[in-house]
C-alpha cells in the first residue's frame, strides 16, 4: 500500500488545509464511492424488488451485489446480511426483533463496562421491558483490559452483546479471551452479538472465524456512505427474529386482518430500502479490495499510535487513558486527558489550527466516568494519515498546553 497515493483517492482530505484526526468517529469517502454514487442516481436510479422494468431491474441487480459484495467482505452468505442505517440500527433491531421476544425475567445479558452507549441503551429497553439484567463484565483499572471474561457466563445467560474494540480505549481484550467467551456463551444455549465498528476499518474481520450470531458495524467508518450499515444474522437466528418494521418489500402475503413474511434479509427491510446507501457502502469495500492491504494498514496506523504515545508521554500534566504497550501494537486511537485543562477547550483551540479532535464523553459516559473522568480528547487514526500530522497535532497540543500555563500564571 503506497499511503501518500491512497490519500489523494479522498478528495476532501487531499484537498483541505485540515489534519482530521476524528476517524473513529466518522471516516472520509474515496473519489470511487462518490463516483458509484453519481451514477446510480444520474444513469441507474429506481427503485427495489418492484419495477418491472430497466431501471428498477438494474437497480435490484446492484442492491443485491453489494449484498454479495459486504457478504464476501466478511466471509457471510448474502442472505445472511441485513441493510441497516448503522451500527445503532443494527443492534436495536436485534434488541426489538430478538431480545424483547426471547428474554424473560432474571435472563442474563453479558455486556462490557466499555459498551458505546448505541450497545448499551437498548439493552437497558429490553431489561426494563422484559425483567432480564444485566451483567458487566468489568475492566482492569490498571490494564485496561477485561478481567477473565468468559467467567460472567451462568446457565442463566441468554445474550452475550460486547464490543471488540473500545471507542474509548482502544483494544480491550487479551488474547484468545473474546472466542472463549463466545465458545462459552453457545455452550450454555446463549446468543452473541459482536459491536464491529471500530474493528472493521482497521483490520479483515471474518464472521465465520468469530462465530457470533449477530455481527453489526457502520458503513460511514468504513469509507462508505451515511445512513449506510450492516447486520449480519446467521439464518438461525433471523429465524428467531420478529419483523423489526412492517410494510412493502418485507410482506409475503397481506389480509386485511392479518400478514405472512418474507424469508431472508427482505423480512427486516421493510419500504423503499437503503438503495444508494448500500451500494456506496459496495464501492467502498471495492475500493479497499484493490487498493489497500490490511497488513499494511495495521503496520501504518500502529506506527501512527507510537509516535502519538511517544508524543504524549513527553508532555506535562498529560494522562493517556487506555493501555499504552497494546495501543502501541494494535491501535487506531488514543484517548487522553491534560490536568487542569478541559477536553473541549483543547479541541476547540485545536481546530482553531486546523486539526479535528473528538472530546467529551466519547457516547460512553458510563465508562468515561467510571475511570475517574468526566472528558476525554481522543485522536483516531485511518489509513491516509500521515507521519507528519501527527507531529503537527503534538507541536500545536504543547503550544496549547503552554498558552494555559501562562494563563494561569497572570491569574
Not at 476524528?22 to 419495477?51: C, I, S, W
Not at 472530546?359 to 487514526?381: D, I, M, T
Request: charge should be negative.
Amino acid at each position: 500500500m503506497n499511503q501518500l497515493t491512497v490519500r489523494k483517492d479522498f478528495p476532501l482530505i487531499n484537498r483541505l488545509p485540515l489534519v482530521y484526526l476524528d476517524n473513529a468517529a466518522t471516516a472520509h469517502k474515496p473519489q470511487a464511492m462518490l463516483d458509484e454514487l453519481q451514477r446510480f442516481y444520474a444513469d441507474n436510479y429506481g427503485t427495489v424488488h418492484r419495477g418491472l422494468y430497466t431501471l428498477g431491474e438494474n437497480a435490484t441487480s446492484s442492491y443485491e451485489q453489494a449484498r454479495a459484495t459486504i457478504a464476501k467482505f466478511i466471509n457471510a452468505s448474502a442472505e445472511e446480511i441485513i441493510f441497516t442505517k448503522g451500527t445503532t440500527e443494527g443492534i436495536n433491531l436485534v434488541a426489538a426483533a430478538w431480545g424483547v421476544v426471547h428474554l424473560k425475567a432474571d435472563d442474563e445479558i453479558v455486556l462490557t463496562q466499555a459498551e458505546h452507549h448505541a450497545n448499551l441503551l437498548p439493552w437497558q429497553w429490553v431489561a426494563q421491558r422484559t425483567g432480564a439484567k444485566l451483567v458487566l463484565i468489568p475492566l482492569d483499572q490498571k490494564t485496561f483490559l477485561l478481567e477473565n471474561p468468559s467467567s460472567f457466563i451462568s446457565s442463566r445467560t441468554k445474550l452475550v452483546a460486547v464490543t471488540m474494540n473500545s471507542n474509548v480505549l482502544g483494544p480491550i481484550w487479551q488474547a484468545g479471551d473474546l472466542a472463549l467467551l463466545t465458545r462459552r456463551a453457545h455452550e450454555v444455549g446463549a446468543r452473541v452479538l459482536l459491536d464491529a465498528a471500530q474493528e472493521v476499518a482497521h483490520q479483515p474481520v471474518d464472521v465465520q472465524a468469530l462465530g457470533a450470531d449477530f455481527v453489526v458495524f457502520s458503513g460511514h467508518k468504513l469509507f462508505g456512505p451515511t445512513g449506510s450499515g450492516i447486520l449480519y444474522a446467521t439464518t438461525a437466528a433471523q429465524k428467531m427474529m420478529e419483523p423489526y418494521h412492517r410494510g412493502g418489500s418485507m410482506v409475503y402475503e397481506a389480509w386485511f386482518d392479518r400478514a405472512t413474511w418474507q424469508e431472508g434479509p427482505q423480512k427486516f427491510e421493510a419500504g423503499t430500502p437503503l438503495i444508494a446507501e448500500a451500494i456506496g457502502l459496495a464501492a467502498s469495500i471495492n475500493y479497499l479490495n484493490q487498493a489497500i492491504n490490511w497488513r499494511a494498514v495495521h503496520e501504518h496506523e500502529t506506527a501512527l499510535c507510537r509516535k502519538l504515545i511517544e508524543g504524549l508521554g513527553r508532555m506535562p500534566r498529560v494522562t493517556i487513558v487506555g493501555n499504552p504497550v497494546i495501543l502501541k501494537a494494535h491501535g487506531h486511537l488514543v484517548s487522553f486527558v491534560v490536568q487542569g485543562i478541559h477536553a473541549h477547550d483543547i479541541a476547540s483551540i485545536l481546530s482553531s489550527k486546523g486539526i479535528a479532535v473528538r472530546a467529551g464523553h466519547l457516547c460512553a459516559q458510563p465508562l468515561v466516568r467510571a475511570l475517574g473522568h468526566e472528558s476525554l480528547v481522543r485522536v483516531s487514526v485511518a489509513l491516509y494519515n500521515t507521519l507528519e500530522e501527527i507531529d503537527t497535532f503534538l507541536h500545536e497540543l504543547e503550544c496549547t498546553i503552554v498558552l494555559f500555563n501562562q494563563l494561569v500564571e497572570q491569574s
